[in-house]
């Protein structure tokens, strides 16, 4: 997928914290601990890293499911942290997410129509025969007979629930997705149906998404631009094109190592990593990837690298990297 055209800024996220209390002492995990970016206007900024790195916190902070312990979020201008519940509320019509299992994110109790008209009764749209109208046109819309919003969730597939999903994160016309792991949870061959429908859709309603997702060439795929967690931090950002071509930190790099080629005579050099991922109650000093970096050096552990623009368009945190030690020292607000 091409870069997006358009750079007017939908969302701005600036020294995100969130940390959470460890029941019976005064330690914290250090879940997101100081990360910023921004999403675009139509736009999809995949976000991946490997499974606790803090992905899923940070969507759940950008729309407040959860508290954020600091920093800034600005949504169209609008600082969504200081926001009382009744302008939240009245936010989160613009603001939607489609989660990563299916099968819990659907009410068992509620029929389809339900479910998907919910949204509907929550903020008062419509009549009754407007918002019956609505559901029929939404479950049309993500592939799916209007017939079944009279049927339970559990009568579906995977791939039919992740539809419903879909249809009702439509339903108030939002401008912005949280796609939290949406087809991991998913048949391989369904996967492919259901980002073909959230690409169809981005063009047709004009959404931006946050992807997050630990598949790396699902991402590819779908983004526009991506960032790489590790522990909590961004360590790089980039167009999907430059990151995948040119990965420059040495964690994207044997991230992508990993990726499966279809190809059995097609080999890759794979970058294995050693040791575990340090807890993030206690992260290393200086770079939180030096205990497992092949390239570390005694610097690493006394300068914490922050996200600078070394390429036009492509940030990254490592002092080893050509070029770092003299970019600008600012934060980038890619």
Same mark, same amino acid.
């Given at each position: 997928?091409?870069?997006?055209?358009? !750079?007017?800024?939908?969302?701005?996220?600036?020294?995100?914290?969130?940390?959470?209390?460890?029941?019976?002492?005064?330690?914290?995990? !250090?879940?997101?601990?100081?990360?910023?970016?921004?999403?675009?206007?139509?736009?999809?900024?995949?976000?991946?890293?490997?499974?606790?790195?803090?992905?899923?916190?940070?969507?759940?902070?950008?729309?407040?499911?959860?508290?954020?312990?600091?920093?800034?979020?600005?949504?169209?201008?609008?600082?969504?942290?200081?926001?009382?519940?009744?302008?939240?509320?009245?936010?989160?019509?613009?603001?939607?997410?489609?989660?990563?299992?299916?099968?819990?994110?659907?009410?068992?109790?509620?029929?389809?129509?339900?479910?998907?008209?919910?949204?509907?009764?929550?903020?008062?749209?419509?009549?009754?025969?407007?918002?019956?109208?609505?559901?029929?046109?939404?479950?049309?819309?993500?592939?799916?007979?209007?017939?079944?919003?009279?049927?339970?969730?559990h009568e579906f597939s995977g791939g039919q629930r992740q539809r419903i999903g879909v249809a009702r994160t439509l339903a108030l016309n939002p401008k912005l997705i949280v796609a939290d792991e949406p087809v991991s949870a998913l048949d391989v061959s369904v996967q492919a149906q259901v980002v073909n429908l959230l690409?169809?859709?981005?063009?047709?309603?004009?959404?931006?998404?946050?992807?997050?997702?630990?598949?790396?060439?699902v991402v590819e795929h779908i983004s526009n631009r991506v960032a790489v967690m590790y522990l909590g931090r961004i360590v790089e950002i980039a167009t999907a094109a430059d990151l995948y071509a040119q990965p420059l930190h040495p964690y994207t790099k044997a991230l992508l190592s990993a990726i499966p080629i279809p190809?059995?005579?097609?080999?890759?050099?794979?970058?294995?990593?050693?040791?575990?991922?340090?807890?993030?109650?206690?992260?290393?000093?200086?770079?939180?990837?030096?205990?497992?970096?092949?390239?570390?050096?005694?610097?690493?552990?006394?300068?914490?690298?922050?996200?600078?623009?070394?390429?036009?368009?492509?940030?990254?945190?490592?002092? !080893?990297?050509?070029?770092?030690?003299?970019?600008?020292?600012?934060?980038?607000?890619?």
């Amino acid at each position: 997928m091409s870069p997006t055209s358009s !750079r007017d800024t939908l969302v701005k996220v600036k020294g995100l914290v969130k940390h959470f209390p460890v029941e019976g002492s005064d330690d914290v995990v !250090r879940a997101v601990d100081g990360v910023s970016f921004e999403i675009f206007r139509g736009e999809t900024l995949g976000l991946v890293g490997e499974s606790g790195c803090g992905k899923s916190t940070v969507g759940r902070c950008l729309l407040r499911l959860i508290e954020p312990t600091a920093g800034e979020i600005t949504f169209e201008g609008r600082d969504v942290v200081s926001l009382g519940k009744h302008e939240l509320r009245e936010l989160r019509r613009e603001m939607q997410i489609v989660f990563q299992d299916p099968y819990a994110s659907l009410n068992p109790r509620m029929k389809v129509g339900s479910i998907v008209g919910e949204p509907l009764v929550i903020h008062n749209i419509g009549t009754k025969k407007e918002r019956r109208e609505r559901v029929a046109e939404l479950l049309k819309r993500v592939g799916l007979n209007p017939d079944y919003s009279k049927r339970y969730a559990h009568e579906f597939s995977g791939g039919q629930r992740q539809r419903i999903g879909v249809a009702r994160t439509l339903a108030l016309n939002p401008k912005l997705i949280v796609a939290d792991e949406p087809v991991s949870a998913l048949d391989v061959s369904v996967q492919a149906q259901v980002v073909n429908l959230l690409q169809d859709l981005q063009k047709e309603y004009k959404l931006a998404y946050l992807f997050i997702s630990h598949g790396l060439a699902v991402v590819e795929h779908i983004s526009n631009r991506v960032a790489v967690m590790y522990l909590g931090r961004i360590v790089e950002i980039a167009t999907a094109a430059d990151l995948y071509a040119q990965p420059l930190h040495p964690y994207t790099k044997a991230l992508l190592s990993a990726i499966p080629i279809p190809d059995p005579k097609h080999k890759r050099e794979r970058i294995v990593l050693g040791g575990d991922v340090p807890t993030p109650i206690n992260p290393p000093s200086g770079c939180r990837f030096r205990t497992r970096c092949p390239i570390a050096i005694d610097e690493c552990a006394q300068i914490d690298p922050e996200l600078r623009e070394v390429l036009p368009g492509h940030s990254v945190a490592c002092i !080893r990297v050509p070029g770092w030690d003299k970019a600008s020292s600012s934060e980038s607000s890619l």
